[in-house]
């Protein structure tokens, strides 16, 4: 089910509202606040070794048939998604990423290092989000940068919603 563009911003606007307490810290990890579009992103407090589980990321069940979650949200199963609270929800997107989400329990997801990563390293994963007209661009910087949020196959469909919605402005 997709939101209107109306409906989305207000619930997004409330959820940042609720998040607006931000700082986080702990031996795991760290919440870092880059400023201005970039906003908030997540470090690492220690070292990380491959295969190694970062932390659980736990939050709020909403039904997938019912689904008004944030930008934030996390695809679980067909059934639910997951609104993670701080600091899963500022886990960043790159199109190439140093770690991995995994689902760990049928109410938590898990971030997983795919690498050797040292302390103060930003993490991320990739979020492979389908094509939507509220998808940003992204801003991961890596090589290999599809340009969109989008997963690999969906860069195409991406690139069409994105001419549309250029036309409609
Ligand atoms: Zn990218």
Redo the contacts with the bound molecule.
């Keep these: 089910m997709e939101l209107s563009k109306k409906r989305r911003k207000k619930l997004q606007q409330s959820v940042e509202a609720y998040y607006g307490y931000r700082r986080y810290e702990d031996r795991d990890v760290y919440v870092y606040d880059h400023g201005g579009k970039l906003g908030c992103g997540v470090f690492a407090s220690r070292q990380f070794f491959p295969g190694e589980l970062v932390f659980e990321i736990t939050g709020q069940m909403i039904r997938a048939d019912k689904y008004d979650g944030s930008v934030y949200a996390m695809h679980l199963d067909d059934d639910w998604y997951l609104e993670p609270t701080i600091p899963g929800a500022f886990i960043n997107?790159?199109?190439?990423p140093n770690c991995d989400l995994i689902q760990v329990s049928d109410v938590s997801n898990g971030l997983v290092a795919r690498c050797n990563i040292e302390p103060n390293t930003e993490l991320c994963f990739d979020y492979q989000w389908d094509a939507q007209w509220w998808i940003p661009k992204?801003?991961?910087?890596?090589r290999?940068?599809?340009?969109?949020?989008v997963a690999e196959e969906k860069v195409k469909k991406m690139n069409r919603i994105a001419q549309r919605n250029k036309k409609a402005k």
Aim: proline content about 0%; overall charge positive.
């Design positions: 997107h790159s199109c190439s992204c801003q991961c910087g890596s290999n940068c599809r340009g969109w949020v």
